[in-house]
């Protein structure tokens, strides 16, 4: 029950990105929005471990090391807006690519790739824009992940 309140854990994101890699794999691509949310979640769980706070760190320094980039090519050296707006907008962007790709049920292995980053990108964009999409995404991949939580006792 303390996972499904606080999120998707390693062990449940583990077990479903497992069984969407085996759909997709030995099943000759079958159910791709099927296998699209278990990939999500299985990002989500990883984004709760240690490696996902890597990760995030990570993705921190690129966008201040493109703000500093950005503010001194604009003679401004303390600019680290630009690299937020610009990670902000490869967010939405790619938002908005995984949903077109799951709504037109054109998944193919560079969709699976985006919607692993999904959670990465969406932690950059500042705000309550960026907390609503958190948000959005823990509910889904807690939702997918809650039969395997109950069966498995994870």
């Known amino acids: 029950m303390e996972a ?3 999120g ?3 062990a449940a994101g583990l077990v479903v990105g497992v069984i969407a890699a ?3 794999f030995f099943g000759n691509q079958a159910m791709p929005r ?3 949310l278990g990939t999500l979640t299985f990002g989500v769980g990883v984004a709760s471990t240690r490696l996902g706070g890597w990760l995030h760190t990570g993705v921190s320094w690129v966008n201040d090391q493109v703000g500093s980039l950005l503010g001194g090519l604009l003679d401004r050296p303390d600019l680290t807006t630009p690299g937020t707006v610009l990670w902000a907008i ?3 962007v790619l938002m908005l690519w995984i949903g077109f790709a ?3 049920r054109e998944i193919d292995l560079r ?3 985006g919607t692993l980053l999904l959670p990465y990108a969406i932690a950059t964009i500042p705000g309550q824009v960026g907390e609503l999409g ?3 995404l823990k509910t889904i991949a807690s939702v997918i992940s809650w039969p395997f939580i109950q069966l498995l006792g994870l």
């Open 8 to 10: 998707v854990t390693i």
């Open 22 to 24: 085996c759909i997709w």
């Open 134 to 136: 958190q948000g959005a």
């Open 90 to 92: 490869a967010a939405i």
């Open 102 to 104: 799951f709504k037109k």
């Open 4 to 6: 499904a309140e606080n």
């Open 34 to 36: 099927t296998v699209m």
């Open 111 to 113: 969709a699976l790739a």
